[in-house]
């Protein structure tokens, strides 16, 4: 459990992981802005339009800003450390 918990606070997620959770907020923010504005202008209402959209907003965050395994699924690999000679 404690390398579970280690791993989720160090934060490392890939490339392909950075690519991913940049796809799902950009497309989770036009599709909240585009039904929190057809809910607001429905009920002629600004409160249920922010509202909506600030929620929106609260779930995209814990979905996307945690650095969840997910967003690890291909490390990557780096090249070993070259040797230098001290004289």
């Known amino acids: 459990m404690s390398d579970f918990v280690q791993k989720l606070i160090e934060g490392k ?3 392909e992981g950075q690519k991913l959770a940049e796809n799902i907020a ?3 923010l036009i599709v909240a802005t585009a039904v ?3 809910a607001g202008f ?3 209402s600004l409160r249920v339009t922010f509202g ?3 929620s929106s ?3 995209l965050s814990i979905v996307v800003i945690p650095p969840w395994p997910i967003y ?3 490390p990557v690999k780096w ?3 070259k040797e230098t000679k001290a004289e």
């Open 26 to 28: 950009r497309h989770s």
């Open 57 to 59: 907003v609260v779930l």
């Open 79 to 81: 090249l070993p450390a």
């Open 36 to 38: 929190s504005f057809v």
């Open 52 to 54: 909506l959209f600030a």
């Open 42 to 44: 429905a009920l002629q």
């Open 72 to 74: 690890n699924r291909h």
């Open 13 to 15: 997620i890939d490339f």
